[in-house]
């Protein structure tokens, strides 16, 4: 299938895929907020929600390259000045209007500072180690994607040029590499005494040099998913099994880390969350595009409910944490906790998809359409 028929049609399978790491993500930081959370039963549930910040970046990775792929194909005349344009002016359109608004309300409620707000607004807020955080805690993945968009065309290129397993292997290892000595520097700055732990953590795990191997797993990806969705056969159930097993060993190691930051390094600085996570969800990834029929209609209620989770997904992820935050503990019963805290939160952002996000993907549509007449 040529990359423009492949791109025109719509995979159900990747709004599944944003709804399972929404929600891995959200109710991780539910659990994390509420006392019960600290309880030994919860250890495997803690495991588990590890994975939901590596899915959404394999994923970014997979859903960029197929988008420029599918630029490059059907508006290879326009030029490639002309085909990057149009890549960033999508990716603003579709990342920015939402989170200018959480931005701004949240920023004004809580009375942040002009500079808190403009580092965010700008997306450099991980650069700060007293602002990285400050607004709500999840923005950080947000500066990382950004900064992940101007990284991105440069390392699309090397993907795409003489296309060959072996290369892509070597690209991958070198980014590996490159961001597990990013993290043993950091991590030997803080057993010299020259940074503290926090600094570690915020500056060892929230810059896009310790997630490029997460991104680039989802650019080799795609390129695989081209070369294997023609087969007539189906990935049958390995790949999603071995992808749940890395991602348990995964969160199990950075689970540890918590427990002992002195030899583990602390959460998300070990291979646990470096290798591991990242790759299980590469596999999960896989088995979703794979078995994309198994994902299109209604057919199941609650395949239809995450898909729709999946629809709302950016908004969701940009207004749990404070919702979560502020309602997780009006009560002692913890079932009854969460169904409000989750009740409130889906409600806010399928208000916040309906009025500003589906508003402005529909005004990006003109806004492209224009933009390649005026080309």
């Excluded at 030029?79 to 931005?103: C, D, H, Q, T």
């Excluded at 390392?155 to 980014?175: G, T």
């Excluded at 503290?196 to 040099?209: P, T």
Aim: aromatic share 18%; hydrophobic share 50%; net charge positive.
């Amino acid at each position: 299938m040529a990359a423009s028929e492949q791109q025109s049609r719509k995979l159900y399978s990747l709004d599944y895929a944003r709804g399972v790491a929404v929600l891995l993500v959200s109710t991780g930081h539910f659990f994390d907020l509420h006392p019960s959370a600290y309880e030994s039963v919860n250890i495997i549930r803690r495991s588990i929600s590890f994975s939901g910040l590596p899915l959404f970046f394999v994923l970014s990775g997979f859903l960029l390259t197929r988008q420029m792929v599918f630029y490059r194909e059907k508006y290879a005349g326009t030029g490639r000045a002309g085909l990057w344009k149009m890549f960033f002016m999508n990716r603003l359109l579709r990342i920015y209007p939402a989170y200018l608004v959480s931005l701004l309300v949240l920023g004004m409620l809580n009375a942040h500072s002009p500079f808190d707000i403009l580092t965010h607004a700008f997306n450099i807020h991980n650069f700060f180690v007293d602002h990285i955080m400050s607004i709500n805690p999840v923005y950080w993945t947000l500066a990382v994607e950004f900064q992940w968009y101007l990284a991105f065309p440069f390392l699309f290129i090397m993907f795409s040029a003489k296309r060959s397993l072996f290369r892509d292997m070597m690209l991958l290892l070198f980014l590996f590499s490159l961001g597990f000595l990013w993290r043993q520097y950091m991590i030997s700055q803080f057993l010299h005494g020259l940074i503290s732990y926090d600094e570690l953590f915020l500056f060892g795990h929230g810059q896009l040099i310790a997630h490029a191997f997460a991104f680039c797993l989802g650019i080799a990806l795609f390129y695989f998913f081209m070369h294997t969705e023609n087969r007539a056969h189906r990935s049958d159930g390995i790949a999603l099994s071995a992808g749940i097993v890395l991602c348990l060993i995964g969160g199990s190691i950075t689970l540890w880390g918590l427990e002992s930051p002195s030899t583990m390094y602390g959460v998300h600085l070990n291979l646990g969350s470096f290798f591991f996570l990242p790759l299980g969800s590469c596999l999960m990834l896989y088995y979703m595009v794979m078995n994309e029929p198994r994902f299109t209609g209604g057919k199941k209620y609650f395949t239809s409910f995450v898909k729709w989770i999946g629809i709302i997904s950016y908004s969701l992820y940009l207004w749990h944490y404070p919702v979560i935050l502020k309602l997780h503990g009006t009560s002692q019963n913890v079932v009854l906790d969460f169904m409000v805290a989750f009740s409130a939160a889906i409600g806010l952002s399928a208000v916040s998809y309906l009025v500003i996000e589906k508003y402005f993907i529909q005004f990006k549509r003109v806004f492209m359409r224009r933009l390649l007449a005026k080309d």
